[in-house]
């Protein structure tokens, strides 16, 4: 059975089963073409979730029904490679590039970190050096009292006697 169609280089009557080999050279060279190492088909270890518009599945649908990818996921998986590999000059300056904007970040946040550590030492140095004049000031007022006390072991009216006393008689009457 003859079939007309238009071959590019030339108008030719093709048979059916001219179509049938075309078809069977097409999809071996598509498969060539899209099956090399350089593809990045062989490790894919993430899974991603991604909105495509109709017309880009329609291709990923065509290229799984001529058997060249096996899955809508291999096609996209493909399709992804294949458009960093094409630019990846590019996207190694942006990799690099981010990579040292994450660096200063980490610097910023060490750098914040210091001067927290800094601010709580500081602060408990305060807070030790306000406890130790607490400690001093109670030390001094112990030895206070207690040469207020020798001078009440010698004998001798000292003001807290003159108060206590004082106090003393308020009560009694």
């Known amino acids: 059975m003859l079939k007309s169609a238009c071959h590019p280089s030339s108008t030719v009557m093709i048979m059916e089963s001219d179509y049938e080999n075309l078809g069977k050279e097409l999809k071996r060279e598509l498969l060539n073409a899209f099956n090399l190492p350089t593809k990045g ?63 200063k970040k980490l610097e910023a946040v060490a750098t914040l970190l210091e001067s927290v550590k800094e601010e709580r030492a500081l602060e408990k140095e305060l807070s030790e050096k306000h406890a130790k004049m607490k400690e001093e000031d109670l030390v001094h007022a112990i030895e206070s009292e207690e040469t207020t006390q020798e001078f009440r072991d010698d004998g001798e009216e000292t003001t807290l006697d003159s108060n206590k006393r004082a106090s003393e008689s308020l009560f009694m009457d």
């Open 41 to 103: 088909l062989k490790r894919r270890e993430n899974t991603i979730m991604t909105r495509i518009s109709h017309e880009d599945l329609q291709i990923m649908n065509a290229l799984v029904e001529l058997g060249i990818f096996k899955s809508i996921s291999e096609t996209a998986a493909f399709m992804i490679h294949d458009s960093i590999i094409s630019k990846l000059n590019y996207y190694n300056k942006i990799l690099r590039i981010f990579k040292e904007i994450k660096a």
